[in-house]
């Protein structure tokens, strides 16, 4: 699978089995496409990451312990229309990985809102095959990753709202 995703220009790197953390010194810096790199490092059993940024964006909506991104994405959807068919992950915990490509660098978004983050520059995602608590990440809808939504593109850029209360600052 490592190959494969390198095969489409995608950085690769280990993650310890059965967990979402690299097994490598330096996380997401040692990601590769280069082959025999790739077969060195995932040479014993272990997860598999996908770098985020250079291109490829994950929109991550995470419905466990009710953190409701299905929610949000709902709510987003209705007030902006659908996300356009594109690349996606069934995540071991029920949630979805969504695969956008977009020309430009833009910034990771952890909470965008409410159970969604944004992985972008400097990110990662689990990818299939892996394992997570027992529960595999599969491809849920496989084919090229479609363009990142203008609308989407506007809520990522867009500067968070600064809440301030007494005695503490809030961003």
Do not use: M
């Not at 494969?4 to 310890?16: E, G, I, K, T």
């Not at 953190?67 to 959807?77: M, N, P, R, V």
């Not at 992950?89 to 490509?101: L, P, R």
């Amino acid at each position: 699978a490592a190959l494969a995703y390198a095969a489409l220009d995608w950085r690769v790197f280990p993650l310890l089995p059965d967990k979402k953390i690299p097994a490598t010194p330096h996380g997401f810096k040692d990601a590769t496409t280069d082959p025999a790199t790739i077969r060195r490092l995932f040479d014993n059993p272990c997860n598999l990451a996908i770098c985020t940024g250079q291109g490829l964006y994950v929109l991550d909506i995470d419905v466990r312990d009710g953190k409701g991104g299905d929610d949000t994405l709902a709510a987003w959807e209705r007030q902006y229309g659908t996300l356009p068919r594109t690349r996606s992950v069934k995540t071991w915990s029920g949630g979805q990985h969504y695969y956008f490509t977009h020309p430009g660098p833009l910034k990771k978004r952890p909470a965008l809102g409410p159970g969604v983050d944004f992985q972008a520059e400097g990110g990662y995602v689990v990818a299939p095959p892996s394992i997570v608590n027992g529960q595999p990440y599969a491809w849920d809808e496989e084919g090229d990753p479609a363009p990142l939504p203008d609308w989407l593109l506007a809520l990522i850029l867009q500067k968070p709202f600064k809440i301030f209360s007494k005695g503490s600052r809030n961003v």
